[in-house]
């Protein structure tokens, strides 16, 4: 009779511990997701994003206030807001005043990673039509428990008195600027408005400028306009040029970006394929002899209704 094989019960440490099951990556993308969807289309509230450009703002040498801050591009974002309401306070020198604060609760991860924006003291906010300037931060709440893995950021705003910012843009176009600032002055290219009312329609073409436009009370726009143009075969930018229209029905196209050297930084282009034929007929973007496209000399557009926007910098175009 064949004898049986000893079994080694006897439990041996590994040398590693074992993948955790319930607080790993997987976990924490699921986490995610479940709050992008939860804050961006059921329960959250938009605000607008004033990021401070800190490389272009005069701060004082010695205590490093801001004199002259500049804004880059407002930037669109969902979020929890808490309003705690206008409260009445009695200054003993000025009489009675009001305050009015909002707690601004953020998905830290959806900020960070998926639009590139970290939250500062000292930016502002737009809620609804009041301006706010975030004066405390906290990041209360741990994913899991995980101290390396902090998932809220919640910033204490004070809305600003009137005239401490007003933002106006004054970079080539309008919206899709690079830069806004709290203080504006000159005139657009052929168009100086300078009376309150009601602009039914405005055109910004290429590097044109609008320095001076002040909206107040119940002034509105029901239209912004950018000149568009439809190409097909070779074609160079010009610089009146803002949304280039391509047809690719027929033959491949070659387009040409502008110098840098000679275009107005933080300039806005867009391309894209109208007829749909892309797929058929590429689309080809060239650089400028020595500029580059985050890094290349050519893109190519070939998939059908294809799109492309690109921003100019010091370093040359670049992919939004």
């Given at each position: ?46 605000v ?73 003291e ?18 209360p ?32 176009t ?35 400028t ?82 580059t496209?985050?890094?290349d ?19 040359g175009?670049?992919?939004?």
């Amino acid at each position: 009779m064949p004898r049986k094989k000893k079994v080694d019960t006897q439990w041996v440490q590994p040398a590693n511990p074992p993948p955790p099951l319930f607080t790993g990556e997987k976990e924490r993308n699921l986490v995610k997701q479940v709050n992008d969807e939860l804050i961006e289309r059921v329960i959250g509230q938009q605000v607008l994003y004033f990021p401070i450009d800190v490389e272009r703002s005069n701060f004082h040498p010695l205590y490093g206030e801001g004199m002259d801050k500049t804004f880059y591009s407002p930037v669109r974002i969902y979020a929890l807001v808490k309003f705690n309401g206008d409260i009445t306070k009695n200054e003993d020198s000025f009489g009675l005043d009001k305050e009015t604060t909002i707690e601004v609760h953020f998905h830290k991860k959806r900020l960070t990673e998926d639009q590139n924006l970290f939250v500062r003291e000292g930016d502002f906010l737009l809620y609804g039509d009041r301006y706010y300037e975030i004066t405390e931060l906290s990041e209360p709440k741990q994913l899991f428990g995980q101290i390396e893995n902090k998932f809220e950021i919640v910033a204490k705003c004070y809305r600003v008195r009137e005239g401490t910012f007003n933002p106006q843009f004054t970079a080539n176009t309008v919206p899709a600027t690079r830069e806004t600032t709290s203080t504006s002055s000159g005139s657009s290219s052929g168009y100086n408005p300078t009376s309150i009312g009601l602009f039914s329609h405005l055109i910004v073409e290429g590097n044109s400028t609008l320095n001076n436009l002040t909206v107040n009370g119940n002034s509105s726009f029901s239209a912004i306009s950018y000149k568009t143009i439809l190409v097909s075969g070779t074609y160079n930018i010009v610089s009146t040029d803002y949304i280039i229209g391509v047809d690719t029905s027929t033959i491949t196209t070659s387009i040409t970006l502008p110098p840098c050297t000679l275009t107005t930084l933080g300039r806005f282009l867009t391309i894209k394929d109208e007829t749909g034929d892309a797929e058929i007929n590429p689309i080809y973007v060239s650089a400028s002899v020595g500029d580059t496209i985050d890094g290349d000399t050519l893109l190519i557009l070939d998939s059908e209704h294809v799109a492309a926007s690109f921003y100019c910098t010091s370093t040359g175009w670049h992919i939004v």
